[in-house]
């Protein structure tokens, strides 16, 4: 919502074309889905409130009034998002107002250490209001046996340190404004995020379900599926206490493992747009290769939960050395002399060669092994140093020197060789899939499966070579992190020109307070006399804001909303017409306004609302009383004239 509100357009939009972006970058890293859903579906919304009522009906919930975040000034409570401020667990500024980013603590937007609203940067005051709990102190008892169970030894131990006293019940509502699902029954509440994002694991399976003629109890109700999160650490809460309790509660099978990663560091440091390490998918693909990344992860990603450094000279060095001069050229050494000095048929390997390719046959019972308990730094390892022994044999044979004065020992070395690299292939396709498919084609071999690298070659035709890999260029590694550096610049100098242009018409509105004017104070009600509480500006930015003289043409009452108009207004030849959605409702008739002349904010972002586009603001002063008085200019003011 927030983004939404900066951009002006409605989140549904956002969500349409992230899931876009979304999909694309995806696939073109290679990664492939069954069903792409989204928690914003009809079909999860049924299946929160279905939820919302057996746990209701379990006796799960409790009503009762708390003390909520209340911005003054946009007259609205405010959700955890529309929250920043200093997390009250370890100090880390401009956190939001449910959990932290730095330490993963979680919170309520009360517990924030100067709180500031998202959208003004006001202070908030507390209000009362009254939420609806989930009562996760009933689920005690199931979650000590359960963790174990289902998280690493690491996760359980981290998780068990809140059951030294009751666990907090968990608010699991959010008052309007609020983007996602009103709670069935209820006036202007809604269902926090973290009920209905995980419900969408639950509601895409059904989605899939219904696609292909299934049950959703085979898969959230059966003992014997298997249900398998991966999530970052900083949602590790959620997904341990909150979800299978809920889970429980409902009738529904809790997920067999929870896989927690940590984060992504760049350079050993935080991600930093402004330093160009805050990489998008998308960046990195305008770039580089994506099995390069894919590749790379993989020689850095266990089964802990450390976060994973993405060093950009070891990454480019890892690659180069590795996949492109070992494995890759393993490949190419074999297959080039067989086809351009031989006549490009595999035929039989070799005794010393045999023995070494069950070696590697018998290690990949070992390599899978890896592979299922997520250590892919063991599994890569383990097939790098089985690449150095292929490598050290086709060094030691030194076909090349054999060619002339023993052919048939130079092919069986081959033969050998290509063998150990076709395994190794087998062995590294769940990283780097297109490689492997290119090994494929040069083999003339279907897709491969695990179980074919117990398959021998023998008296078998390939193909022409064709180069598997190039070696990265750290020039483009540069141009990545110069790409994004741009865009950062691009995008802060938009959102200040935003928030300005925002600010200065919230200033213009009768925010200011002149002297001899009076002020309540957001927090205590205290009254400041003459004190002008507004930061300076310097001329140029005030000189952002283009003030201009309109009429308005038509004026209508909005009649789903209580404070709003649609206006018509004409800015003279020139600039034309435009449509404004005012908040003047409760101090203007519509037809007190026709024929009128005001003063607008003329380029301000037009905003896609609810009940059309809002393309300016009618400046506005306001009264302690709250009583709007719109500004006009004196006669003899022609339309579209500039205010200075």
Not at 261 to 270: Q, R, S
Not at 467 to 492: N, Q, S, Y
């Amino acid at each position: 919502m927030v983004r939404a509100r900066e951009l002006g357009i409605q989140p549904e939009d956002i969500i349409h074309k992230s899931s876009e972006e979304h999909q694309r970058d995806f696939s073109e890293f290679l990664i492939e889905f069954s069903h792409f859903g989204s928690t914003h579906s009809p079909e999860n919304q049924q299946l929160c409130g279905e939820f919302y009522q057996k746990i209701k009906e379990s006796g799960c919930l409790a009503r009762r009034p708390i003390k909520q975040l209340y911005c003054p000034h946009d007259k609205m409570f405010l959700p955890d998002r529309f929250v920043k401020g200093t997390c009250p667990k370890c100090g880390a500024m401009e956190q939001y107002g449910d959990s932290c980013e730095v330490c993963s603590s979680t919170y309520t937007p009360g517990d924030l250490k100067d709180a500031h609203c998202a959208i003004c940067k006001g202070a908030p005051i507390e209000k009362q209001t009254e939420h609806i709990f989930f009562k996760l102190n009933l689920f005690k008892e199931y979650l000590q046996k359960w963790l174990p169970q289902h998280t690493s030894p690491e996760i359980t131990k981290k998780m068990l340190e809140w059951f030294g006293d009751d666990l907090r019940d968990w608010d699991i509502t959010r008052d309007e404004p609020y983007f996602g699902f009103p709670i069935p029954g209820e006036v202007e509440k809604y269902f926090y995020v973290w009920v209905d994002a995980p419900m969408g694991y639950i509601s895409t399976t059904q989605q899939w379900c219904q696609k292909n003629q299934r049950s959703l109890d085979e898969f959230w109700k059966d003992d014997k599926s298997e249900i398998y999160h991966f999530i970052g650490k900083d949602i590790v809460y959620f997904h341990t206490l909150f979800w299978p309790s809920f889970l429980k509660a409902g009738g529904f099978k809790s997920p067999t493992s929870v896989f927690v990663h940590g984060m992504l560091m760049v350079n050993g440091a935080k991600m930093s747009k402004s330093k160009g390490t805050f990489i998008s998918a998308r960046t990195y693909l305008n770039h580089l290769d994506p099995e390069y990344l894919r590749y790379y992860y993989g020689t850095k990603l266990n089964s802990g939960m450390d976060d994973l450094d993405f060093n950009m000279d070891d990454f480019v060095q890892r690659v180069n050395s590795d996949l492109v001069g070992k494995i890759a050229n393993l490949g190419s050494r074999g297959a080039q002399m067989l086809t351009k000095k031989m006549d490009g048929v595999i035929s039989q390997p070799e005794a010393e060669g045999e023995l070494l390719i069950g070696n590697f046959q018998e290690a990949g019972e070992m390599i899978a092994a890896q592979y299922e308990a997520r250590d892919f730094a063991k599994a890569t390892s383990e097939i790098r140093e089985l690449v150095d022994r292929a490598n050290k044999y086709f060094d030691d044979k030194a076909p090349w020197k054999t060619l002339e004065s023993d052919p048939t020992g130079t092919k069986a070395v081959l033969s050998t060789t290509l063998n150990l690299f076709r395994i190794a292939v087998i062995y590294l396709k769940p990283l780097v899939p297109r490689f492997a498919a290119n090994v494929e084609s040069l083999f003339g071999e279907k897709p491969y499966q695990w179980q074919d690298a117990q398959l021998i070659l023998k008296n078998h035709r390939i193909q022409e070579f064709k180069h598997l890999a190039v070696r990265i260029d750290p020039v483009k590694v540069e141009a990545m992190v110069e790409e994004t550096k741009k865009i950062f610049e691009e995008t802060e100098q938009r959102r200040r020109m935003l928030q300005g242009a925002h600010s200065k018409a919230m200033q213009l509105e009768g925010k200011v307070v002149s002297s001899g004017a009076s002020q309540k104070s957001s927090k205590e009600g205290a009254v400041l006399e003459g004190v002008a509480t507004l930061e300076t500006i310097s001329i140029d930015d005030f000189g952002k804001v283009d003030l201009r003289v309109a009429q308005v043409l038509r004026a209508e009452e909005i009649l789903e909303a209580d404070k709003l108009l649609r206006l018509q207004v004409s800015l003279g030849e020139g600039l034309g017409e435009r449509q404004i959605i005012a908040g003047i409702k409760s101090s203007y008739r519509p037809e007190d306004l026709v024929g009128r002349s005001l003063v607008i904010v003329a380029n301000l972002q037009p905003r896609k609302m609810k009940f059309g586009m809002s393309e300016g603001m009618v400046l506005a002063a306001s009264n302690s009383e709250g009583k709007l008085f719109v500004i006009s200019p004196d006669g003899g003011a022609s339309l579209g004239s500039k205010v200075k």
